[in-house]
């Protein structure tokens, strides 16, 4: 008779080699490296990913090398050129994650011009995932990053001016969309004076088959201070699980916290979904969630899974993202939409 100690083991190790035989199973990737990133800033940062991930580099080094396009440009809502709080401060929120599950984040963080590199030395030297406010920044200048003037750029400045004329916060749907789905890389503002977007997440898989994602943000135009989203924030912003999948969120982000919306369309890739199916499902329970409300807010999520597979699904019409896997295929996708 078989002991039962042996049997129990057995019955172990069966689990585990049917676990493992079936995940093997899965195809080999039909496109990597890829890299895809939110709205049609993401143009630009997917060029500089490429450059990373072309010449055989760590999908980490090119999610932080191309998001820095967007912290960099003025032009955008993205870094220290965006619209500031209430109170005339522009505090800036990132986090990125690589194939290890090492994660670093920083938010409410001032005068630092590319939070994405903070929120990395946060992971790679300290024992912290997060650091915020004015340690973020104390810690970020130990580490030999500048501290910028602490001046409004001046489309931010106009912006601000007019805004107080009768400081109303009112989020408005789908200005991170500009006039129509167009090849433009440079974010531009509207009539209305708002920029078409305020955050860029970016996920990516390296030619070895490795995930990293990144995401960094503003925040809100005109936001409470001291207010804080979902873009810094592992698991609702922003998550990777190397055996799976990657996904990043843009949007209303006290709703994709609510849900911890990131990891939730990871795991829907876990349970089988293919990324575009995955990242609808999770905006169908942020709909349900808010009911009639739903109407008043955008969230949209984009995702990769290890097939190198790729989608996106949003509540409303207006949001794009941009799809980069070979030196001439780098594209805005208009994403699918509920409402």
């Not at 100690?5 to 490296?33: C, D, E, H, V, Y």
């Not at 997060?130 to 340690?135: I, Q, S």
Request: proline content about 3%; glycine content about 10%.
């Amino acid at each position: 008779m078989l002991h039962r100690r042996r049997f129990l083991q057995l019955g172990s190790l069966g689990l585990s080699a049917f676990s493992f035989s079936s995940f093997r199973s899965m195809p080999t990737a039909s496109r990597k490296p890829i890299v895809i990133s939110t709205w049609d800033a993401g143009i630009e940062a997917n060029k500089a990913a490429w450059k990373v991930l072309r010449n055989g580099g760590r999908a980490l080094d090119a999610v932080e090398q191309g998001v820095m396009v967007t912290e960099s440009s003025l032009n955008c809502c993205v870094g220290l050129g965006a619209n500031p709080d209430r109170d005339g401060h522009v505090t800036l929120d990132a986090c990125i994650m690589d194939e290890h599950a090492n994660c670093g984040s920083v938010a409410f963080l001032e005068r630092i011009k590319h939070p994405i590199s903070v929120a990395r030395r946060v992971m790679e030297k300290t024992p912290h995932v997060m650091l915020v406010g004015e340690g973020a920044q104390q810690f970020a200048v130990a580490e030999g990053f500048p501290l910028e003037l602490d001046k409004l750029s001046d489309d931010a400045k106009k912006s601000y001016e007019n805004w107080l004329k009768k400081s109303e916060y009112k989020p408005v749907i789908n200005i991170e969309n500009s006039k129509k789905s167009t090849a433009a890389v440079v974010p531009t503002r509207l009539e209305n004076g708002d920029w078409n977007h305020d955050t860029i997440g970016m996920v990516a898989m390296d030619a070895q088959g490795n995930l990293s994602g990144s995401c960094t943000t503003s925040g809100m135009a005109f936001k409470m201070r001291g207010r804080l989203g979902d873009s810094p924030i592992i698991g609702a912003g922003l998550y990777v699980d190397n055996e799976v999948g990657a996904a990043t969120a843009t949007g209303q982000g006290e709703d994709v916290i609510r849900i911890c919306g990131t990891h939730l369309v990871v795991e829907l890739m876990r349970q089988g979904l293919s990324p575009e199916n995955a990242c609808k499902k999770a905006v169908e329970r942020i709909i349900r969630i808010k009911g009639a409300k739903a109407k008043e807010i955008q969230v949209g999520f984009i995702a990769i899974n290890k097939r190198g597979e790729y989608g996106g699904y949003c509540i409303q019409k207006g949001f794009n993202f941009a799809v980069c896997y070979a030196d001439d295929k780098n594209f805005l996708v208009d994403g699918k939409y509920i409402l």
